[in-house]
């Protein structure tokens, strides 16, 4: 197998066609048409050499995603189910910006991006960890997501009636500028393919994206934590917490018994200390297990231990699990607890639930689809 192009920094790309004896702009002319203008084949590369695109041909391959289903309108929550080169399936999840919680304006978008096929952690709640870890994306593969989104709306963009739209510049088709590390998997598990890709989409030749609009989510790796904290980026951390005490914890998430609260609360602290910034605590409201008003004292206790906000998530339910979403009193009451606390806290009034949205089971329905095997 080759290694994919956009598995490589410019740097290395310099280096690379130093070696070649290719002049220098010829690396800015070709990260313009992998990034810029997305484009899928070598051979469009048309102000490049016949003989450049030949080494690269034959040093690289251009690996795009394919579209294997999409669900959701537009205008709303949309989510995109991709087949890798090797079969395996991930998603991707495209989310309007809600203006109540970010306080942006409508036209921006966040797109939810997959670390790895499937996940090892287990958390008992989530479809991505149903049918066990796959693999890790590698760096294209994490990058190609947003490429592959774009590429997806300026198709769209070019569909609209000619009086509406002229043929979109490649910037105008830019449609993510918000990423969330949400999707299947746990990021903090494929560290460096991660932190590389994030180099890329963060690179102002690569996806361009700030590093203060990237947010990435963990089960609470607290080494992998600390490893972050000492990165030199900006990136946003949150963390899915769950449970406030290590009793609940203990009970959802198995991740909790090798890492524990203490130990996790501890690398958050070091984390915020050396970065400066608010960390969020995602907390999933599961019926019975993690939502009664006795929870928001110990939670209220680690969000100013951590100068962290608190995203209450009512749990999406998951076809064949157990779990349930309290009712809108319940989350409404756990809010105004915690906000009676002093604690700074947002209750997400959920989009996408009706397709699928919640990390992994577009991916977890197809496979079984796919398989004969009945539904869950
Ligand atoms: N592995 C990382 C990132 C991917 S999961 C992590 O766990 O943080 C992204 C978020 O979706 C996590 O907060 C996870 O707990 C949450 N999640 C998983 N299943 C869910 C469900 N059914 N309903 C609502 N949130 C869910
Ligand atoms: Fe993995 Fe995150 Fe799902 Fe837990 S919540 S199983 S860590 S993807």
Redesign the pocket.
């Known amino acids: 197998m080759l290694p994919d192009v956009k598995s490589l920094t410019r740097e290395e790309l310099d280096a690379q066609f130093k070696a070649w004896g290719e002049p220098g702009f010829r690396v800015p002319q070709l990260l313009d048409w992998l990034y810029a203008r997305r484009a899928k084949s070598w051979d469009g590369m048309s102000n490049l050499s016949k003989v450049l695109r030949e080494k690269l041909r034959t040093g690289f391959s251009l690996q795009t995603l394919e579209l294997a289903r999409k669900q959701g309108a537009q205008d709303t929550t949309q989510k995109f189910l991709w087949k890798l080169a090797d079969g395996q399936f991930i998603e991707s999840v495209l989310i309007p910006a809600n203006p109540a919680l970010y306080g942006e304006a409508s036209d921006r978008h966040t797109l939810c991006i997959s670390t790895q096929v499937g996940?090892a952690?287990?958390?008992k709640f989530?479809a991505?960890?149903l049918d066990g870890w796959k693999r890790n994306l590698e760096v294209n593969e994490i990058v190609e997501q947003i490429l592959a989104v774009e590429r997806w709306h300026a198709g769209e963009l070019s569909r609209l009636p000619a009086e509406t739209a002229a043929a979109p510049a490649a910037a105008d088709s830019r449609i993510v500028n918000n990423l969330v590390v949400m999707g299947?998997?746990?990021p903090l598990a494929n560290y460096d393919n991660l932190i590389k890709a994030l180099k890329i989409i963060n690179a102002p030749w690569g996806a361009g994206i700030g590093a203060r609009k990237i947010t990435i989510s963990t089960?609470g790796l607290a080494p992998q934590i600390r490893r972050l904290a000492n990165e030199p980026f900006q990136f946003r951390l949150a963390i899915?917490l769950h449970g406030a005490t290590d009793e609940v914890r203990n009970r959802i998430?198995p991740?909790n018994k090798k890492y524990p609260l203490s130990e996790l609360i501890a690398a958050c602290d070091d984390y915020q200390k050396l970065k400066g910034r608010m960390i969020t605590l995602e907390y999933i409201l599961i019926a019975g297990i993690n939502d009664t008003l006795a929870q928001t004292r110990p939670l209220a206790a680690l969000a100013r231990q951590l100068y962290a906000k608190v995203n209450l998530i009512p749990y999406n339910p998951v076809e064949g699990l157990p779990w349930h979403r309290p009712s809108e009193e319940v989350c409404e009451g756990f809010l105004a607890a915690l906000e009676k606390l002093n604690v700074i806290a947002t209750l997400r009034r959920e989009k996408g639930t009706d397709i699928d949205a919640a990390?992994?089971q577009l991916r977890l329905k197809t496979e079984r689809e796919l398989s004969g095997s009945p539904q869950l």
Do not use: F, P, Q, W
């Open positions: 996940c952690y287990g958390c989530c991505s960890g299947m998997g746990e089960s899915s998430m991740v990390c992994g």
